[in-house]
């Protein structure tokens, strides 16, 4: 069946340094979308990201990903994390139901 | 604008009493999840539903109960709320034919005790 794996349960990294959390999926579905959402302390889940073209960045609130589906992967990255960047994020697959990843944990120090 | 309204958003109830999560979409959309989340962990599906009067359970479904009496509204039901389930509880809804895209309810804070 579908799946969604992100290795890292938590990432933890100094401000103005390079973010990368990875994300790789499965499944037998050609026109797959996948989407990185943010969930803040408190809040519900928001949509960062979203994209179903192979090879084409997406971009948004500085962070980018770009999907590969050669290697079923769409990992988000930013140049230069801030502090209010550190939230929970969650890759997710949608086909005809949508999966969620386990989340990793982004806390950014100063 | 897509809404998801959750009620209640916070809730105290006692250990072996009967709990009613309610959820209501106006996104016209065919799926509808519920998922809960621990304290410094990810969401968790409990059950979701993609057509009225048929639910299907999620990766963590024992303790919960879900109906579907509408497109509309989506239920969580604990029969006998343990101090387990102590959790915030997130309704969702999407539509795979508009792409996908989850929108979130706020959010109910449970607390059992």
């Known amino acids: 069946g579908d799946s969604v794996t992100q290795k890292e349960g938590l990432v933890t990294l100094t401000e103005g340094l390079p973010v990368m959390l990875n994300c790789t999926y499965q499944?037998?579905?050609?026109?797959?979308?996948l989407f990185w959402y943010v969930h803040y302390l408190n809040e519900s889940p928001r949509l960062l990201l979203k994209?179903?073209?192979?090879?084409k960045r997406t971009e948004h609130q500085g962070f980018h990903a770009t999907l590969h589906k050669s290697s079923s992967s769409f990992h988000l990255q930013k140049s230069s994390a801030q502090l209010s960047d550190s939230a929970l994020y969650y890759c997710a697959l949608s086909t005809y139901k949508v999966i969620f990843g386990k989340g990793t944990h982004l806390h950014v120090l100063p | 604008e897509a809404a998801v309204t959750q009620s209640p958003r916070s809730k105290v109830a006692v250990t072996g009493g009967k709990v009613t999560l309610s959820c209501h979409q106006t996104?016209?959309?065919?799926?509808m999840y519920w998922y809960r989340q621990d304290t410094g962990h990810g969401l968790r599906l409990i059950h979701y539903s993609y057509v009225a009067d048929s639910t299907e359970k999620g990766d963590i479904p024992d303790g919960y109960k879900a109906s579907r009496p509408s497109q509309e509204n989506f239920s969580l039901i604990l029969e006998l709320a343990s101090l387990s389930q102590t959790a915030v509880y997130f309704c969702a809804s999407s539509d795979p034919g508009q792409g996908g895209e989850v929108f979130f309810g706020k959010g109910t804070r449970l607390t059992v005790v």
């Open positions: 996104n016209n959309h065919d799926y």
């Open positions: 994209s179903s073209t192979d090879n």
């Open positions: 499944t037998i579905y050609s026109n797959a979308f």
